[in-house]
């Protein structure tokens, strides 16, 4: 039986699916109405009533159009319009959403300090004061620069109680009397300062609320300095409220305290919260964890036999999904205090309005001067009247708040950050940017171990005051193990050794154009080669390439050729300098005209100004 | 016997026609307003005549104020804001003109505007409201319509 055309036609009606706008929407449903609906309705001009509707229905789909595109940008952070999306993107990709940034400088306090008696070479000890940390001084701009740290004009007694000046004071003669005998010195001692105020805020927290949101009333929190409670609880601020511990600097009071200034303590945090930055405000929120401070056990000591498999009547046990976290974490993602008061102190401000230019810092607003050896009063009023700041420096490091698009733009790198230690690079990168008060690591190197497929070898090394290679202290070494102990596979074995230096000496020969003043030529050169050799240009594992010195020397102008280049290994105590100890063959490692060091070794001319030696032929 | 069969008899009778629906129903061209509901074409009362439908469009036209037509801001003559500016009758009426004849030219421009004429009638105690009442004169070249007239009620709040 033959179907009729026009039922067919009704049956396979066409659509289009192209329509996305107004206009290609009312024209897609006038094309439709025509098509299909000629016998019902034809005039669909803009004055009438068939033409309303149309614009009705064409104004509802541009509608939907327009929201599911906007909705789809809104997942991309490259489209995504509005804060709160972009915000998410942000925070999901862990770009940090931060204020202006504080600028800091070091500020030089003098002050004038009167000898013990007239004509002693130094000032009276128990005048001498100690500037205290929180301080505020201030620019002629109006910038607020608080104090970071103590300015220690005097150092704290040894162990004999003895109590000296510090050796890091500029000292100048103060004043004379008529006889010419001193009776004051001018001391400076500089602090480092950072812009910005610093504020209290206290919050009453009623009955127990999970995840509670504080917050802050200024925009722009540069760092939050402490929140505690009224119970005496101090609130750690973590980056995430998984994290259930923090690190706290410590002082490192052992030997090589001079070149490790801390020591790294881990302390568990079940008092923590996190911080959330609102894009538009940039009004930070502290958020609490969700637990109760009441249900504190719970946190604190997980008990793994809570999460034993239930057997309770069975004799068979089926397969079960385990989560292993959970062995490893609380329930209650920290906790907060209830009905306690909660004191936030904080600091806030910054911008390029705050790299203040050099000298002017110039007034004190607040002064926090001690005197630990107790001096008379009047004493130390003088010396506390005295006292007078500048900046030799501009103040730097002042930014403003990124802009969203700025943000955004952070996010690929952000990507690829982590915060586990999984390739070398990851680890290379953990090392270099331990904070630089727990030790500072010069060069690190990795390499296998080849007695321990599981263990790879980390070589490292550190310079001292003179810029030369020492083994890098234990205390850094035992900072290092609690930095890198966090961040690394539990599987991860990692075996923390000293590089081995290589100290060697460079001998070679040349011939100089005689129209040339020999001396001036061989200047040149050496300057060169000191330069090429700077310990900053030298890597563990890094051969030396013997071509590249022959070249150096050939390249001065005034050499007319270069009779022999030779490198020797120097070790030990010669001519009373002290080298490293290390002995290594520089014939049987020398291949292809390249020098190559031992295993996690690296090569230094620890005295360059001896140890590279030219010698002129003619 | 040979029959004779004139052609002029060969087919339906007019009646037979109609009923088998070969003679087309007037085809519905525009919805007629106010909405009423259809018994015959659909949905919708429908107009059959051109003419008819240009005439409730232009009515429609002309009482539409800027800002209710969705999609189309500046549809219609927008007289509403006439009605509360203008006290004098001339002023409004001098107005009104070119706000109908611009609104026509604009969404209706096959329409030739003839004449208008206005009566304002005061408050008085049977009604509440002040109305202004216009007679517009206008032809639809296109479509032959001469001189066709339409009245048009504005109240006055």
């Known amino acids: ?618 | 016997m040979a029959s004779t069969i004139s052609f002029k008899s060969v087919g339906m009778t007019g009646q037979k026609l109609i009923e088998s629906n070969l003679i087309p129903s007037l085809t519905p061209i525009g919805i007629k307003t106010p909405l009423k509901l259809g018994k015959k074409y659909g949905i919708f009362d429908m107009y059959t005549n051109m003419s008819d439908t240009i005439h409730d469009n232009l009515r429609n036209l002309i009482l539409t104020n800027w800002g209710e037509r969705l999609g189309l801001y500046y549809f219609g003559a927008n007289l509403r804001p006439l009605t509360t500016e203008y006290s004098v009758q001339e002023e409004f009426d001098s107005e009104a003109v070119i706000r109908i004849k611009t609104a026509t030219a604009t969404w209706m421009p096959y329409i030739n505007l003839i004449d208008y004429v206005s009566d304002f009638e005061s408050y008085t105690k049977l009604s509440s409201v002040a109305q202004i009442k216009l007679l517009i004169t206008y032809s639809v070249p296109q479509l032959a319509v001469e001189n066709r007239k339409l009245r048009i009620n504005l109240f006055v709040l």
């Open chain 1, 1 to 618: 039986m033959a179907t009729e055309p026009k039922k067919i036609t009704k049956e396979i009606r066409q659509r289009r699916y192209l329509a996305r706008d107004f206009d290609s929407l009312r024209q897609s449903l006038l094309d439709y109405a025509r098509q299909y609906y000629p016998d019902r309705i034809q005039d669909f001009s803009e004055a009438s009533i068939g033409g309303l509707f149309l614009d009705m229905a064409a104004y509802v789909g541009d509608n939907l159009s327009f929201y599911l595109d906007h909705l789809y940008g809104e997942l991309n952070p490259e489209t995504a319009v509005e804060n709160g999306s972009i915000e998410r993107a942000l925070r999901s990709s862990g770009v940090t959403i931060a204020g202006a940034s504080p600028a800091t400088v070091n500020v030089t306090t003098y002050i004038e300090v009167p000898t013990a008696s007239p004509g002693d070479d130094g000032p009276d000890l128990s005048l001498l004061p100690v500037v205290k940390e929180g301080s505020i001084f201030t620019s002629d701009s109006g910038i607020p620069f608080t104090l970071i740290e103590d300015i220690r004009f005097i150092v704290d007694p040894d162990e004999n109680g003895t109590y000296i000046i510090n050796p890091a004071i500029k000292k100048k003669v103060g004043r004379r009397r008529a006889d010419g005998a001193i009776v004051s010195y001018f001391l400076s001692l500089d602090g480092l300062c950072v812009s910005g105020r610093e504020v209290r805020q206290v919050t009453t927290v009623g009955s127990f609320t999970p995840f509670r949101r504080i917050q802050l009333e200024q925009p722009n929190i540069t760092e939050i300095v402490n929140v505690y409670d009224d119970y005496g609880n101090t609130y750690y601020e973590v980056g995430a409220l998984s994290h259930d511990v923090v690190y706290r600097n410590a002082l490192n009071s052992s030997s090589d305290s001079d070149l490790v200034k801390d020591g790294l303590r881990v302390i568990h945090a079940p008092y923590r919260f996190t911080k959330l930055t609102d894009l538009a405000t940039r009004k930070t929120t502290l958020l609490f964890g969700g637990g109760s401070a009441a249900s504190l056990e719970d946190d604190v000591i997980p008990d793994p036999t809570e999460f034993a498999l239930p057997l309770p009547y069975s004799k068979t046990i089926k397969r079960t999904s385990l989560n292993p976290e959970k062995l490893l974490t609380t329930n209650t993602l920290g906790v907060i205090s209830s009905n306690t008061n909660l004191t936030i102190t904080y600091r806030y401000g910054g911008g390029l309005s705050h790299n203040v230019t050099p000298n002017s810092i110039s007034s004190i607003t607040s002064l926090s001067l001690a005197f630990p050896r107790n001096p008379p009063n009047s004493d130390a009023v003088k010396v506390r009247n005295s006292l007078e700041i500048s900046n030799a420096m501009a103040a730097s490091g002042g930014e403003d708040a990124l802009t969203p698009r700025e943000l955004i733009a952070l996010i690929p790198a952000v990507k690829n950050s982590q915060e586990r230690i999984v390739t070398k690079e990851d680890l290379l990168a953990r090392v270099y940017t331990m904070p630089s008060n727990l030790g500072r690591v010069f060069r690190a190197s990795i390499t296998p171990n080849p007695n321990n497929p599981l263990s790879t070898q980390l070589f490292i090394i550190s310079r001292d005051n003179n810029q030369r290679l020492i083994m890098s202290p234990d205390s850094l070494k035992l900072n290092l193990r609690k930095y890198l102990n966090s961040y690394r596979m539990i599987s991860d074995a990692i075996d923390v050794l000293d590089a081995q230096v290589v100290n060697l000496q460079l001998k070679f020969t040349v011939v100089i154009d005689p129209s040339l003043n020999r001396t001036s030529v061989l200047s040149v050169v050496l300057a060169k080669l000191q330069k090429q050799f700077e310990i900053r240009k030298m890597y563990i594992d890094q051969p030396i390439i013997i071509s590249d010195v022959i070249n150096t020397i050939y390249s001065t102008q005034g050499i007319v050729a270069v009779d022999s280049v030779e490198l020797i290994n120097i070790s030990n105590v010669v001519d009373n300098r002290i080298y490293s100890d290390v002995v290594h063959d520089v014939k049987s490692n020398t291949k292809r005209q390249m020098l190559f060091p031992p295993t996690g070794g690296i090569f230094e001319i620890r005295y360059p100004d001896v140890d590279i030696i030219a010698k002129v032929v003619t």
